[in-house]
């Protein structure tokens, strides 16, 4: 779709007359929901390894001592291979002419590539720690013995005893529990506040219940290692750069194949295939301990392959013809191609826009389980972990629902700018209440706080790909600039963890007992949250 404009590019928007040509044809709805399944794959596949797969495959390798530090490197570096390897895909795929298209042939070649990355990691490190009461750790790979499945969990910790007296082990002090790690004399086991017979407190936060809770009598250093985690960060990186490859030429598809009028419904379909990809791969991560790892692993293969095969069979493309505007790849090109959609004004402030939203959504995803295990009273002995999937479903499920109707409003009122400023400050609302929970019933209003986020968040996605093909300036270069768009996802995903750390450290220190760190923390994440909702009426095209 070319874009003439009638006046000079330094004319205000407002007195542009847009012509536009060579439309695509409209899709049907059924057409439009099988287009975006690839976006339900992908997000099943992320959710999946990053909050259950990989951690729990980490501590393995690395040890309970050093998985912290390993998993940072990977995120890092997976982080610093996206920006680098997007923007190049884009500036390929622009640039094909084959007969069967310029997108589905490095969608099918990153397709196969990622498969084989995936497969790479499950042999690399086919076992996993589980631990339950009172019982040494298992290594767990294909599957679980009877005695040390979930499902036996409640008949072996009412053999242990912790059944008859639930009271005693889940009344936590959370304020000696904040304080602990700040008091200067620590060395007795005993004083930690959890430090129990039976240890519910002491979660292995960030494995999002793949560990179990730790007998807290067992040497952690006794745990032997097994895997490859050079081999393992190897293949890491071959998923997280095939999964650019898939991504970047995906979303320039579907920019492809949206007419005009349907653009806000397009996008509202690919936000409820991206939050039901993360609900099922939220769901699918309560097997992971009864499954194993290779079998997880095979299940999330036959999904990111069957998505891809479905958004790709249901659309057809023609050979691009040769575009005299696009230069040829070489070093220039390729090194002003990442920052060249920035000059232009409305991409700077989309670009922007989502960048904050998106730095708020990491703050809070990145820190909800600490958050909630170290402020929040946990009903009916449930870890953090457990309470992190319960907070998931009412906020997946309502932006899911959310991202639908505000993309069909959107298309049927013109409207972006409005709706990204109302989710936006919804957040805001939802990330501010959060910030001075407490009490009893603390753990339900956080519930009520998810949903609100989860509609706010729904919302936003609805308009967030329209927007951004709505300010495409030129089409020739729309995968290149889709993936430089796409960075504003990637950056947060390594800033906001360790902005959020920093804050929470530091301030924790100041006052622990009022929770100050995580006061601040969610206060931070409101300041993102109303930034990204002002910054929106910088944008001057759409409405």
């Known amino acids: 779709m070319a874009k003439k404009y009638t006046e000079g590019e330094s004319a205000p928007y407002t007195e542009l007359e847009v012509i536009e040509d060579d439309l695509p044809p409209k899709l049907s709805k059924f057409r439009t929901f099988l287009l ?116 036996n969990l409640g008949d072996i910790m009412l053999q242990n005893g912790v059944g008859n007296d639930q009271q005693e082990h889940c009344d936590v002090d959370l304020i000696e529990r904040r304080c602990w790690p700040f008091r200067e004399n620590k060395s007795s086991h005993a004083a930690h506040p959890s430090a129990s017979s039976y240890d519910f407190g002491n979660v292995a936060g960030h494995v999002h219940g793949v560990v179990l809770p730790r007998y807290a009598e067992h040497n952690s250093d006794e745990i032997q290692a097994s895997g490859h985690l050079g081999l393992y960060v190897t293949f890491f990186l071959l998923v997280i750069s095939s999964q650019a490859m898939v991504a970047v030429p995906f979303n320039a598809l579907v920019a492809d194949k949206s007419h005009p009028s349907q653009r806000g419904f397009n996008s509202g379909m690919m936000g409820a295939m991206i939050l039901l990809g993360n609900v099922s791969g939220a769901i699918a991560g309560t097997a992971f301990t009864r499954v194993g790892v290779m079998t997880m692993y095979a299940i999330i293969i036959a999904v990111i392959v069957l998505s891809i095969l479905i958004s790709t069979c249901s659309v057809t493309e023609v050979a691009a013809k040769p575009d005299p505007r696009l230069e040829p790849l070489n070093c220039r090109v390729i090194f002003i191609g990442f920052w060249s959609p920035l000059k232009e004004h409305d991409f700077r402030w989309v670009f922007i826009t989502r960048f904050l939203l998106q730095q708020g959504v990491a703050t809070i995803t990145g820190f909800l389980e600490y958050w909630l295990n170290d402020m929040i009273p946990l009903p009916y002995c449930w870890s953090a972990a457990t309470s992190v999937a319960l907070l998931l479903m009412p906020l997946l499920f309502a932006a899911a629902i959310s991202s639908i109707a505000f993309g069909i409003i959107s298309d049927s009122t013109g409207y972006r700018k409005i709706i990204v400023a109302i989710a936006a400050f919804t957040m805001a609302v939802g990330a501010f209440i959060n910030a001075f929970l407490s009490g009893k019933f603390a753990f339900v209003i956080a519930g009520l706080m998810a949903f609100i986020i989860g509609l706010g968040f729904g919302a936003y996605q609805s308009v967030d790909f329209a927007l951004v093909m709505d300010v495409l300036a030129d089409n020739s270069d729309k995968a290149k600039d889709i993936a430089v768009w796409h960075q504003s996802l990637v950056l947060p995903q390594a800033l906001a963890t360790p902005i959020g750390g920093i804050v929470l450290d530091l301030f924790e220190k100041v006052n622990c007992r009022l929770g100050l760190g995580y006061i601040i923390l969610f206060m931070t994440t409101t300041v993102y949250f109303i930034l990204s909702g002002i910054f929106v009426f910088k944008i001057r095209r759409p409405r």
Not at 36 to 62: D, H
Not at 108 to 129: D, F, H, R, W
Request: proline share 4%.
């Open 36 to 151: 975006n399944f690839t976006q339900f794959g992908l997000n099943f596949m992320v959710l999946l390894l990053s909050v259950v797969v990989v951690p729990a495959q980490v501590e393995k390798m690395a040890g309970s001592a050093h998985k912290g530090r390993a998993m940072g490197g990977m995120v890092a570096g997976g982080a610093a291979v996206t920006f680098l390897v997007s923007p190049l895909i884009g500036m390929v795929s622009d640039r094909l002419k084959f007969r069967m298209g310029r997108r589905r042939p490095i969608i099918l070649v990153g397709a196969a590539l990622l498969c084989a990355g995936l497969l790479g990691m499950a042999v690399s490190a086919p076992e996993i720690i589980a631990t339950h009461p009172g019982l040494r750790m298992a290594n767990i790979s294909g599957s679980l013995s009877t005695n040390y499945s979930n499902a």
